[in-house]
């Protein structure tokens, strides 16, 4: 399952990120992953709850950005909708098709609790 060493690196990058800022707690993280990034997302949460266990990331909030999947197609020269790999152009039907958006993975925000 490449789900759990995704969220392993989540961590890693989470705890780099707090040990930066004297190893301050997580409150928030968002990620953004691309409805064509490959990652089933239940098992990526789960994932994330295991691998966060006993680290400063345990509790913290996840939140999911998910970018819907686009291609350029060469026949019709256009960015057209593209929600699964290895279909056709949903407008000619052609198979040249190059993606550009939708397969994005990575955490691009990320709150510390602030001290009280």
Request: glycine share 10%; hydrophobic share 35%.
């Amino acid at each position: 399952m490449h789900e759990m060493s995704l969220a392993q690196s989540i961590v890693e990058i989470v705890e780099g990120v707090s040990q930066q800022n004297n190893n301050r707690d997580v409150a928030k993280i968002k990620l953004i992953v691309g409805e064509l990034a490959g990652v089933e997302l239940q098992s990526l949460m789960q994932s994330l709850t295991i691998a966060s266990h006993g680290t400063v990331m345990e509790g913290a909030e996840i939140e999911l950005e998910r970018p819907e999947g686009t291609a350029w197609c060469m026949k019709c020269a256009q960015t057209v909708p593209f929600h699964h790999l290895g279909n056709p152009c949903p407008i000619c039907g052609g198979y040249q098709l190059k993606i550009n958006g939708g397969n994005e993975f990575r955490v691009s925000e990320l709150e510390l609790k602030t001290e009280d």
